[in-house]
């Protein structure tokens, strides 16, 4: 029996990850569920897996839980220290990272502080502070499984010996990209703008960003897949992940999302995963490896498949993608400042405070302002970098509407 806390169970990785444990009572005991303000979803949540805690953000939305569930054992607790707590308490094993944004970042490193096997989503602990993070991993002895699919589909199509270090958490001094690898192949959809005419961009609706053609997300990802940038972060994500540099990385848009990315080889062979676009794929995988669990994902159908296209990106039409690229060069705290500035861009965009094509503005600005080169490799001086980064894009933002 595995205990497992899942950070964002509200979210679409949550719940997707409540819907493959639930095929396996006899493995999975859910320890805690996390939430920002959704509370009732929670409580509903509550009721159904009855766990031993739940973590809320704000004490009044405690209180509230706490009464309407008081008929029930589990304990309810808020803050960000109780999210660090329920990720490294002495009883679990497995923690789910899928709490979004930079939010994720001290209970994740608090998962890897204590030596957890971590189901990683929250991508953005990756971009905001990837070398400590990973550092912190292999000083503790934790795991990082990567749920994002991309990440899943390569690290599935990596050699077994591979896979087994990397599981083990100390994949990070193998060496292991010497197995003939020669690059990561990550797919990208290219949204739903990828067709879309260039200057019609400033129209762009967040109800329009939002509606991805293949997958099911949380509004923050969507809008970062409509710009691309989420493919910039899954980059740098792969860059620490799988301890490479971003040239051994090339990015292919194929937007059936059938082929969920790639590894080549020296011999000319190329591995990938294909699946029906659905997170609990790779959520499966990583909750039952080395086993493969039933996920309940409808399986891929070759017949109904047209085709399977790929085309390079346009780094003209999605900007973002190049700030990424932009920032893994400037090296330094770089890729920090362009999440903290992304995720302000995205919050001003899904609220009409500005178009869809400002996002990049935003974040090119904040990231030749705020970006230097010098090393920062504590999570401190990373979290005052984000915090001063995010100020900055506030700021820039107000003097857009002011104009
Ligand atoms: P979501 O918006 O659906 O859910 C986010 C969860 O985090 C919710 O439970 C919410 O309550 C919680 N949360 C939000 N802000 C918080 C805060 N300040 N403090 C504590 N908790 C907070 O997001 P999602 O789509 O499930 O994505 C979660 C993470 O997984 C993101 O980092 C995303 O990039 C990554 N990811 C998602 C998908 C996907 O298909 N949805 C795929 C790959 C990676
Ligand atoms: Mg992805």
Redesign the pocket.
């Known amino acids: 029996m595995k205990n497992i806390t899942i950070?964002?169970?509200?979210?679409?990785?949550?719940g997707?990850t409540l819907d493959v444990i639930s095929r396996y009572p006899d493995r999975f005991r859910v320890f805690a569920l996390?939430?920002?303000?959704?509370i009732q979803c929670l409580e509903e949540l509550c009721r159904q897996w009855q766990p031993r805690y739940a973590v809320v953000?704000n004490e009044e939305d405690a209180i509230q839980l706490r009464q309407n569930l008081s008929d029930i054992p589990t304990e309810i607790l808020s803050g960000k220290d109780a999210?660090c707590d329920v990720a490294s308490d002495a009883e679990v094993d497995m923690v789910m990272a899928?709490?979004?944004?930079a939010?994720?970042l001290l209970p994740t490193l608090s998962a890897a502080k204590s030596g957890k096997t971590i189901l990683l989503?929250?991508?953005?602990t990756l971009v905001m502070a990837g070398t400590p993070f990973m550092k912190t991993v292999r000083e503790n002895g934790a795991c990082v499984l990567p749920?994002?699919?991309e990440h899943n589909a390569i690290f599935q199509s990596l050699p077994e010996t591979v896979r087994q270090v990397m599981a083990k958490g100390d994949f990070y001094d193998s060496g292991s990209l010497k197995y003939g690898i020669q690059s990561l192949i990550l797919t990208a959809s290219g949204g739903p703008f990828l067709n879309t005419p260039l200057e019609t961009f400033p129209q762009i609706t967040p109800q329009m960003a939002i509606k991805h053609p293949n997958?099911?997300?949380?509004?923050?990802?969507s809008v970062?897949s409509a710009t691309m940038m989420?493919k910039g972060?899954e980059v740098i994500e792969a860059c620490h992940l799988f301890n490479v540099d971003a040239n051994m990385i090339e990015v292919i848009i194929h937007p059936q999302s059938v082929i969920h990315s790639m590894v080549r080889y020296a011999d000319g062979s190329v591995l990938a995963q294909l699946g029906t676009p659905d997170?609990r794929t790779p959520i499966a995988f990583c909750l039952g490896v080395p086993e493969r669990l039933n996920s309940g994902v409808t399986p891929l159908d070759f017949f109904s498949l047209n085709h399977l296209s790929f085309v390079q990106p346009d780094l003209k039409r999605f900007p973002c993608l190049q700030l990424a690229f932009d920032a893994i060069q400037m090296g330094g705290n770089a890729t920090c400042v362009l999440n903290a500035a992304n995720e302000i861009a995205v919050a001003a965009f899904l609220e009409n405070h500005i178009r869809f094509d400002q996002i990049a503005q935003v974040v090119s600005e904040t990231l030749s302002k705020n970006s230097s080169q010098a090393d920062s490799d504590t999570i401190e001086s990373l979290i005052d970098v984000d915090q001063t980064s995010r100020q900055y894009a506030q700021r820039l933002i107000k003097s857009f509407q002011a104009a």
Do not use: C, F, P, Y
């Open positions: 950070l964002g169970a509200t979210g679409s990785i949550g997707s996390t939430a920002h303000r959704q953000s999210l899928a709490i979004v944004g939010a994720g989503a929250n991508k953005e749920v994002d699919s997958w099911q997300m949380g509004r923050k990802i970062d989420n972060l997170m």
